[in-house]
């Protein structure tokens, strides 16, 4: 008799977990997902068109809080834990819930759920999210098409709406992300990659995303999510690590498996970190993997009419699961508050309405800094009334898109950017070289 599994999830790594592993599998009957981290994303439907002959009636998909009468109710033999970015202590938790509730705890690994594509593939992956993958891809891509390389990017999933129609994305114009209906936090990864002038891939069924992005590229990037594995097989694995947080490499699920996997180290925000944080950093990652090359880099940031800062009251909007989940309390915004001399760094925690209230709440570690979070069209809207609420004299939206663009904001708004750039050698070119140099002698 088939085993009755759960996957416990957020919206990503749990519905690749099912596709590759389960949805064919006879030994394994999934009767539910459960969902976390992420609002909004629970009370769905997995669809059958993505579940497969198996489940003609898709899969529910509940919430995380639901566990334990979840594994009773339905008899449940197996929970797969299937998200990222969380504390060991997290890990070992959830895993008690579950075996106390009586079923088995299981972790599936890379080798298990990896995609190998006929391309070569190089993976950019974290220690913590962000760490700075997002600059780092767009470097890679740029570094690749310089060298004459056709640039493809596939990001990690970020399905939020119908999973349906999501489960193969492309964006090669700003347009498309009108047409698939994106969220804040999709547009900001996706954005950029076509302002580079670069096709970028996102869904759910990852073996059809393959198959369809390698059919026009080179050489693939993964450009991960959170601190995620890999989806595709890398034959060159980057990991970016943020020296802010130097030990949360060896704390912090699945963290330590890319360390332990990478080929290259990239220490990112060395100019912003103390030179004993960056040395702990580059420590832990060589203790585990001594034989990673090491690229030292900074996020150097860019203000349009950073004047107007100086003596001013101004608020910070960063990016949204960085500062929640990501537990940063600040970043390149604060950064650029500190630096052009603002009076004031104004905490909008009193102003917040709504689920914006709610995310403070949730996450108290969070500094006086406004994420942004835009899951729904309501909290788009609840954002915007946070702002408007706020009495600042100036906005700095240090968000990795122009969040200007997609909502009013009723006071003077400055745009934050960062992009990588290596310290001394070797550099992201050098490596990249190296890397073509031998698969051209391999093939």
């Not at 992420?38 to 669809?47: A, D, V």
């Not at 947080?245 to 970190?273: C, M, Q, W």
């Not at 960056?278 to 990652?285: N, S, T």
């Not at 880099?297 to 950073?306: K, L, N, Q, R, T």
């Amino acid at each position: 008799m088939a085993q009755r599994v759960l996957i416990l999830g957020a919206a990503g790594r749990d519905f690749h977990n099912f596709n590759v592993f389960f949805r064919h599998h006879p030994d394994y009957e999934v009767v539910a997902f459960t969902a976390t981290q992420i609002p909004f994303i629970e009370n769905r439907r997995y669809p059958p068109e993505l579940a497969g002959e198996r489940y003609p009636h898709g899969i529910p998909i509940l919430s995380e809080d639901e566990l334990e009468r979840v594994i009773l109710e339905q008899r449940i033999d197996v929970a797969v834990f299937s998200y990222s970015d969380v504390s060991y202590e997290h890990v070992m938790h959830v895993s008690a819930r579950v075996m106390a509730a009586g079923a088995s705890f299981l972790l599936l690994g890379p080798t298990q759920t990896m995609l190998t594509s006929s391309k070569p593939v190089v993976a950019i992956c974290a220690s913590r999210t962000g760490a700075g993958k997002s600059q780092t891809s767009r470097a890679v891509a740029r570094t690749l098409r310089e060298l004459g390389r056709r640039v493809v990017s596939v990001r990690h999933p970020m399905p939020y709406g119908d999973l349906a129609a999501q489960a193969v994305q492309r964006f090669a114009a700003m347009e498309d992300l009108d047409r698939y209906h994106v969220t804040i936090e999709e547009r900001e990864e996706y954005e950029p990659h076509i302002a580079n002038g670069g096709v970028i891939y996102a869904g759910v069924d990852y073996e059809r995303i393959l198959r369809q992005a390698e059919a026009e590229a080179d050489v693939l990037i993964w450009d991960g999510g959170n601190n995620d594995l890999p989806f595709f097989k890398p034959d060159l694995w980057m990991v970016v690590i943020d020296p802010h947080r130097a030990d949360h490499g060896v704390r912090y699920f699945p963290s330590e498996v890319n360390l332990r996997k990478a080929d290259v180290f990239i220490i990112n925000k060395v100019e912003t970190a103390s030179f004993e944080q960056v040395e702990q950093a580059r420590e832990i990652a060589l203790q585990l993997n001594p034989t990673a090359t090491v690229i030292d880099a900074a996020s150097p940031i860019f203000v349009e009419e950073h004047s107007l800062i100086r003596g001013r009251r101004v608020l910070v909007i960063e990016d949204g699961p960085t500062l929640t989940h990501g537990e940063m309390k600040y970043g390149a915004g604060w950064v650029a508050a500190r630096r052009f001399g603002a009076a004031e760094v104004i905490d909008p925690r009193p102003y917040a309405v709504g689920t914006i209230a709610e995310t403070f709440a949730r996450y108290p570690q969070t500094g006086p800094i406004l994420p942004a979070m835009g899951y729904s069209d309501q909290q788009v809207a609840e954002l915007e009334e946070t702002i408007r609420r706020t009495p600042a004299d100036v906005v700095l939206v240090a968000t990795p898109i122009d969040l200007r663009r997609l909502i009013h904001i009723d006071k003077p708004a400055l745009r934050v950017r960062y992009e990588l750039q290596e310290v001394g050698e070797p550099t992201l070119r050098q490596v990249l070289e190296r890397f073509l140099q031998i698969r051209n002698a391999a093939m």
